[in-house]
């Protein structure tokens, strides 16, 4: 578990923010600051390895390439035979495949046949393309015109002997995974994975498998929240659905911060509900409400009941997505150990929709970013933006992030977007 952090206070009261509007940027660099890693270690196989934080560096035991070798098909010569004003007939002593060395080293006047990857022969020093030769029989005739060393992938040119080959910090991709394989590495020393607790709160809610009664609807909070953590690799700990009552609220907090490292809740914190929650919160740890300055998603809840952290989400199914994505994953990154935390590529895209945005807040609205028969790409709103509409989500690709001073958006107008998925 994280050390308990002594001065959460300071969020609420040293802070020059107005907790009634408080801007993104400025959350998460609250946030950010009570954010301790974990450290407990455990070593897993590289196939186990992906996906999961590495906690120590990866130093390569050996040189890549192990030995010179040869980045084309032709002739190793020694370049020292070659003529700079004309053609010079060597002869080819043998061969080198990769995988098959040639035995010995080449004497002057002589050259080997290599293939891409063939070790190059003592003696040698330069390969020439098989292209910009004449072969008759065992006599090869090559011109003028060559650099010493062409062609010649160097022995540890990709990576020397005790050189770092990955760093501590670093998410395992398919990549990573081949290249400590390349090393010989058959396991590697990972930070254990962060515990996440969450529960939906709401006497609305029903659990599938229940017939909802009139005024009940099903928790689908719980499933997002699943999902979006198992994605990001945490194990998970669902505690289900919590009714709107202080005793069953504050056994559900205290079971949470007890068995995880963060707790996240969805549905609560929001202009009436929050009251009573906040008075439990005040009680069981340190926790802050914010009213943040964007759409969806304007009521946060974050803090620390007891040693672990604590993200209380909207209950708005939507804002429960765009809230986890632009505070909570960076912080769980940040928590399991990832240094530094990987950015969500954003960039500029021109919108072919008419967009509502009103100043003075940071929108993430769902969009589809597409490509025409042309090859440009371009972004379309995903249609109603309801924060209670999770079909947005279902169909969007990315955000469309209206920035704070931004007002309506007429089409053709560049805007900002976040991919939601990466290739690896
Ligand atoms: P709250 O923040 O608790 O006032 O909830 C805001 C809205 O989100 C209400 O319409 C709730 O019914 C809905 N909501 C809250 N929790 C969930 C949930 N777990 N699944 C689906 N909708 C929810
Ligand atoms: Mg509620």
């Known amino acids: 578990m994280n050390e308990p952090v002594r001065d959460t206070r300071a969020i609420s009261c ?26 407990a270690t455990e070593r897993v196989s590289v196939r186990a390895g992906l996906g999961r934080v590495l906690a120590e560096d990866v130093i390569s035991p050996l040189n890549v390439p192990a ?39 080449i004497a002057a006047g002589q050259c080997v046949r290599i293939m891409t990857g063939g070790v190059v022969p003592q003696g040698a020093d330069t390969i020439v393309m098989q292209e910009h030769v004449k072969a008759d029989g065992d006599k090869i005739t090559i011109g003028k015109g060559h650099k010493k060393g062409q062609n010649l992938r160097k022995a540890g040119e990709d990576l020397a002997t005790g050189q770092v080959a990955l760093k501590r910090g670093v998410t395992l991709h398919a990549a990573d995974c081949g290249l400590i394989s390349s090393l010989g590495i058959g396991e590697v020393t990972v930070y254990r994975r962060l515990r996440v607790a969450f529960f939906s ?4 809610l029903v659990s599938i498998g229940t017939q909802p009664k009139e005024g009940q609807i099903f928790d689908s909070n719980r499933y997002t929240i699943h999902a979006m953590l198992t994605r990001m690799g945490c194990e998970v700990l669902d505690m289900g659905v919590v009714r709107d ?29 929050a009251d009573f929650v906040k008075d439990l919160l005040n009680k069981l740890g340190e926790v802050v409400f914010w009213k943040i ?25 939507v804002s429960v997505m765009v809230t986890f994505y632009q505070f909570v994953r960076d912080a769980l990154l940040k928590l399991a ?13 021109p919108c072919t929709s008419t967009l509502k945005k009103a100043p003075g807040r940071t929108e993430f609205q769902r969009g589809i970013l597409s490509r025409d028969a042309a090859g440009s790409w371009s972004v379309r709103v995903t249609g109603e933006q309801g924060s ?26 560049m805007v900002d977007v976040q991919v939601l998925e990466g290739i690896i």
């Open 14 to 39: 040293a802070d020059d923010y107005d907790p009634n509007s408080m801007p993104v940027e400025k959350a998460r660099e609250v946030i950010a600051r009570f954010l301790a890693p974990v450290t």
């Open 337 to 349: 150990g990832c240094d530094p935390v990987p950015l969500t590529p954003s960039f500029k895209v």
């Open 388 to 413: 209670g509409i999770l079909r947005s989500m279902s169909e969007a690709n990315c955000f469309i992030i209206l920035s704070t001073d931004q007002g309506n958006v007429t089409p053709g107008t």
């Open 201 to 204: 709160t709401g006497d609305e």
């Open 245 to 273: 009552d202080p005793k069953l609220l504050e056994k559900a907090f205290n079971d949470a911060a007890a068995a995880a490292d963060v707790v996240i809740t969805s549905g609560g914190v929001s202009v009436g509900e």
């Open 67 to 105: 030995a010179d070798n040869s980045a084309m098909d032709g002739y190793a010569v020694r370049f020292a035979d070659l003529k700079a004003d004309g053609d010079v007939m060597l002869k080819n002593a043998g061969s080198s495949f990769a995988g098959v060395p040639f035995n010995g080293a």
């Open 293 to 317: 300055a964007m759409k969806p998603g304007r009521p946060l809840a974050y803090g620390k009941i007891g040693a672990a952290h604590f993200f209380g989400l909207p209950g708005n199914p």
